[in-house]
């Protein structure tokens, strides 16, 4: 048999129908439409409008095996719409694959951070992937509310406010708004980086401008080990530059949960600041089944500083809005 031949019969040998477009066609037409913008709910009776899978912010947000999952298991499997079959049984887990890759696909533009390098937040690093996120979060008697929002593909706007009900008359700690850009991202590496900066005005007990430039990362090259680090650099009004930190944390992502240590150190220009060390052990969970909504508990434990270093609790919850309501997916 010639080499010629031998290729006719491979290619024979595959079937046209198992392909990830044929699929699409036979498996997600009815709902999502021919080219993925969605069926009109008034037409197939849905409960939920189906998603516009040509929206490239939802369909690069998420993970292939969370998109992989959501097909074989269907939508009841992760709390979302009934309507939403599961075809683990109809087809292979190859064939399940190669549709979800095209689906994914109809976004067509390239440049968007793949959603496999969105790590699981941390406590104290800024995350590099850009979010769509509402977090609460709390050190001991001081609180924080911070909300994030996407633009585009790569930029994200946060503002975030913060109290603090302790022996001081005034509870109102102040107001920041910042500004970050994904700068590189690689999904052969798993890796990313982004730039950005965040500003805090004279309000609350804030009494002069503060700004802080910084860098943000987070790699995850062996799959298991998630590393995720920030350097920041404090500038205050009529001070100058008064100090660096930096931060570095590490997690390993263990079903719904995920144990992580970070480490936070402080080092004063000029002597503007004191010098300060702490560590940061924290257990990160998943809370709804989607994903979508997730907690995490941990403390912080100052090795270096001013006195008393005593231990805080330090927690957060988060509500990842660009993925669902906060109702569904439980």
């Known amino acids: 048999m010639t080499v010629w031949s031998l290729l006719a019969l491979l ?38 409008p189906p998603a516009d899978l040509r ?6 947000a998420e993970t292939e095996d969370r998109w992989v ?11 979302l719409s009934l309507d939403m079959p599961a075809f683990g049984e109809a087809g ?36 590099a992937y850009p979010e769509d996120e509402v977090v609460i979060s709390g050190t001991a008697s001081g609180q924080e509310l911070v909300y994030e929002h996407r ?12 109290t603090a009900f302790d022996s001081q008359p005034n509870s109102f700690d102040g107001v920041s708004a910042a500004l970050k850009f994904n700068v590189w991202h690689s999904l052969e590496h798993r890796a990313l980086a982004s ?16 700004i802080e430039p910084f860098v ?29 930190s930096y931060r570095l944390g590490v997690g390993r992502p263990i079903g719904r949960v995920v144990p992580m240590v970070e480490v936070g150190w402080t080092v004063p220009v000029d002597g503007g600041v004191e010098h300060t060390l702490s560590f940061y052990p924290q257990m990160w969970i998943r809370l709804s089944r989607l994903g979508h909504v997730a907690g995490s508990l941990g ?28 109702l569904r997916g439980w």
């Open 151 to 162: 633009l585009g593909k790569r930029f994200q706007l946060e503002a975030s406010a913060r």
């Open 92 to 127: 292979t887990p190859e064939q399940i694959r190669a549709v979800v890759r095209y689906a994914r696909s109809l976004c067509g533009e390239l440049g968007w951070p793949p959603g496999v390098l969105n790590f699981p937040r941390p406590f104290l690093v800024e995350k």
């Open 69 to 79: 999952e959501i097909v074989a298991r269907g939508g009841a499997a992760f709390g």
């Open 11 to 48: 290619v024979a040998a595959q079937s046209p129908s198992d392909s990830g477009a044929s699929l699409f066609q036979a498996w997600c037409r009815t709902c999502h439409g021919a080219d993925g913008r969605g069926t009109p709910a008034a037409t197939t009776r849905l409960e939920v």
């Open 299 to 326: 403390a912080e434990l100052p090795a270096v500083g001013p006195e008393p270093r005593h231990p805080r609790l330090i927690a957060f919850v988060l509500w990842d809005y660009g993925d669902a309501p906060l």
């Open 216 to 244: 943000a990362f987070g790699a995850a090259p062996a799959g298991a080990v998630v590393v995720q680090g920030e350097i920041v650099s404090s500038w205050e009004e009529a001070e100058g530059f008064t100090a660096f």
């Open 195 to 210: 730039l950005g900066a965040e500003a805090s005005p004279p309000l609350g007990r804030q009494d002069v401008w503060e």
């Open 55 to 60: 929206d490239c912010k939802t369909s690069t």
